[in-house]
């Protein structure tokens, strides 16, 4: 079973690059047919995937952050970045990192999740 462990980056200045990092354990971040979301969550909204990487390094992501956001991966430490850049308080939100077994734009289709990070953009 996969586990997801994101990072803590807590507060971050307007106009600054958010990175968050996920590590996944128990299964390995190239193995066939997965794929590795960000998904996140504003205060008071609903859920909004952000954008995925593939097994096969494929990257996707939501139109409306495509130009910000950007998603890596380190296959030897079996992790997965997001980068989103210009950040602004409309990017304060909780985090989170998550895998399914098929390209989707779903949150709910994601299987394994991890915990979730509050980020804060202010300054």
């Known amino acids: 079973q996969v586990q997801l462990q994101d990072s803590v980056p807590g507060l971050v200045k307007p106009s600054q690059t958010l990175s968050l990092t996920c590590t996944a354990s128990?299964?390995?971040?190239?193995?066939?047919?997965?794929?590795w979301s960000w998904i996140r969550q504003p205060p008071g909204k609903g859920l909004e995937w952000m954008g995925a990487?593939?097994?096969?390094?494929?990257?996707y992501y939501t139109p409306s952050l495509k130009s910000r956001a950007s998603i890596s991966r380190d296959t030897s430490k079996n992790q997965f970045t997001l980068q989103l850049s210009s950040v602004t308080p409309e990017d304060t939100a909780v985090y989170y990192c998550?895998?399914?077994?098929?390209?989707?734009?779903?949150?709910?289709?994601?299987?394994?999740w991890g915990q979730g990070t509050q980020v804060t953009v202010s300054s």
């Open positions: 998550a895998s399914s077994l098929e390209v989707t734009t779903i949150p709910m289709v994601c299987g394994h």
């Open positions: 128990g299964g390995s971040i190239t193995t066939n047919y997965y794929y």
């Open positions: 990487i593939a097994y096969s390094g494929s990257t």
